[in-house]
């Protein structure tokens, strides 16, 4: 399915949103997601699908100042 991930066109065989980032080798629990402009908590990734068209940003925390 065809999904924009972070402004991104890309295509994914993953239906929730914990099995998009296993797809993508995101790793970790200090990722921070959402869907379609709506924040998911780390702990309902597993059980949030995700569609065709659908909008995800991922967002990880950077060092620097």
């Known amino acids: 399915m065809k999904l924009t991930i ?4 890309r295509d994914v065989t993953a239906s929730t949103l914990a099995a ?3 797809e993508l ?19 309902r990734r597993a059980a949030c699908p995700i ?3 659908d909008r995800i940003e ?8």
């Open 6 to 9: 972070n402004g991104e066109s």
């Open 25 to 43: 080798d995101y790793q970790g629990n200090w990722l921070a997601t959402a869907l379609n402009g709506e924040v998911v908590p780390a702990a």
């Open 51 to 53: 569609a065709e068209g």
């Open 58 to 65: 991922i967002l990880s925390p950077m060092k620097g100042g």
């Open 20 to 22: 998009l980032l296993a």
